[in-house]
Nanobody
Framework: QVQLVESGGGLVQAGGSLRLSCAGS????????MGWFRQAPGKEREFVAT????????LYQDSVKGRFSISRAYAKNTVSLQMNSLKPEDTGVYYC????????????WGQGTQVTVSS
């Protein structure tokens, strides 16, 4: 069974940091684009960041550039998102994704992890 499992969400004050991790199981995602998407209450799910299968290309939503950093560990089949200088508008459920292209999601989704930033 193919799974993506996120961890690391929580409640943090504005200006704080969180690190999200996503572990893949059931197959290797080392050759696949992996990334993060988020959904705020009452809004559509949106692209946050992706990293290519090679790791050479990273893409970010404009609002998180310079604050968020995506990385992957091939040996562990994981992808992480370091989030710094968090803002209340970063609040939402963050979903790990695999198998996409550039800013578009692929077929594999995690269950989501809640990130809440208080002002």
């Amino acid at each position: 069974q193919v799974q993506l499992v996120e961890s690391g969400g929580g409640l943090v004050q504005a200006g704080g940091s969180l690190r999200l991790s996503c572990a893949g199981s059931g197959r290797t995602f080392n050759g696949s684009t992996m990334g993060w998407f988020r959904q705020a209450p009452g809004k559509e799910r949106e692209f946050v960041a992706t990293i290519s299968g090679s790791g050479w290309t990273t893409l970010y939503q404009d609002s998180v550039k310079g604050r968020f950093s995506i990385s992957r560990a091939y040996a562990k089949n994981t992808v992480s998102l370091q989030m710094n200088s968090l803002k209340p508008e970063d609040t939402g459920v963050y979903y790990c994704n695999a198998g996409g292209l550039a800013r578009l999601p692929g077929a594999y989704w995690g269950q989501g992890t809640q990130v809440t930033v208080s002002s």
